[in-house]
């Protein structure tokens, strides 16, 4: 799997788990905002604005669950894990 199929399946994953996530919050991937953009170009997750402390943020959030659903499955049809012992 791509770096960047690896990063979006990441954020997606985390959005479900946690409901709303800024970039701030997602450690390990560097520039965060630049997946979270294609992301909603997709129609897969929106934002909205907000502020914590002094800081205008952005809070991501899936807009079609089924659109992350279908993505995380394509994602691991088309990469199959290899199983141990392989």
């Not at 997709?42 to 279908?70: P, T, Y």
Request: with cysteine; hydrophobic share 35%; proline share 3%.
């Amino acid at each position: 799997m791509s770096v960047k199929l690896t990063h979006k399946t990441r954020l997606i994953r985390l959005m479900l788990e946690r409901g709303e996530i800024t970039a701030s919050q997602v450690t390990g991937i560097s520039n965060p905002n630049v997946y979270f953009v294609e992301l909603e170009r997709a129609g897969i997750c929106q934002h909205r604005e907000g502020i914590i402390g002094n800081a205008r943020v952005r809070w991501r959030s899936i807009k079609d669950i089924n659109k992350a659903k279908a993505f995380l499955t394509q994602q691991k049809v088309a990469n199959p894990t290899p199983q141990q012992g392989q």
